[in-house]
């Protein structure tokens, strides 16, 4: 064991300590030391279990404060999830809305396309009726386009070949008249000039005895104009014998006839009808002829009035008359027509006149005043 020295407090001597001096003081120290740790255990053993007391008193209070905070955290996640859940219902709530008015659409989408569909099929039904029926219309109207532009065709075809044929007729007449009457003078008439067919100059002796005027016609019908033109033809080119050689005869004429002042025969008959004629014409002549020298001014007076031409002249005056005659006729049917009209307009006015003075006078009685015009307007109508 080491020396231990020591230090007197009082006078400052250094006093060295054996294990005798040392062993009470040691002891005394060690008891002191062991009461002074025992004490200090005691203290830390009470200051743990204070220490503990209030670890575990802080330990609540903190569980407490957090157990306070983890409820007022859990309030605020339910309150979170209520609104989450609130949220979420509203938006489910919102879905099915969003869902209800997306059905509700698409149905009146349909619906109205179905409308519209109906609409658009009735009205591509009527457009389509009415393209077809346009397009019937304008078929039946290009068809009766087509048909008129046929039978215009079809007329001119037939006014050509009856031109034609008409011509053929004119040309055969005179190759037949010529062939029969070779010494016979044959002129034509040019096509596009109006006049007869053939004018025939009867020849005798060498001088012309007189004149045929020939117009041939090939129509299925008779028309009895022919007559008042081929007698204009006549008076125009100073013929003293017209003649008409047609297919179709008026009734009455098998054969050949005079209509009017106008010899009518069929083609077949024209060669024998105009060699009794021819001959007429050359005996007329040469009985002119024996008496050219005795005729004086009354003889050519007389034969004038009973030849051909002054005959034609008579012929043309009575026709003009007969015109104008018939027109007055019509002139006066027309004016007979209204003056009865005007007569009976006149007539019905008078009545009502008289009637509204008769209806006032019995009304009013002697008050109403004679009116005078009115009976002498009653007097001429009773005179008329």
Known sequence: MS????TCPTCSNEIEL?????GPMLADLRTSFNDELAKREAQAAKAVQVATAQAKEAGKAEAATDQAALLERVKEQDVKLRAAQAAQ???MKREQELADKEAELELTVQKTIAVERTAMAEKLGREAHE???LQVAEQAQMIEGMKKQIEALKQKSEQGSMQTQGEAAEIVLEETLGQAFAMDDFVPVAKGVNGADVQQNVMAQGALAGRILWESKRTKNWTAGWLAKLRDDQRSSGCEIAVITSVALPDGIDSFGLVDGIWVCAPRYAVPLAT???Q???DVAGAKGRAMGQETKMEMIYDYLTGTQ???RVDAIVERFEDMQDNLRKERVFIE???ALRAKQIDLVIASTVGMHGDLQGIAGRAMPEIESLDALMIGKDDG
């Open 89 to 91: 219902a509203a938006a």
């Open 131 to 133: 393209k077809a029926s």
């Open 310 to 312: 002054f005959k034609q």
């Open 337 to 339: 027509k209204q003056w």
């Open 280 to 282: 007429t014409l050359i």
């Open 3 to 6: 020396e231990l020295k020591i």
């Open 18 to 22: 054996t294990e005798q001096l040392a």
């Open 276 to 278: 009794s004629l021819r």
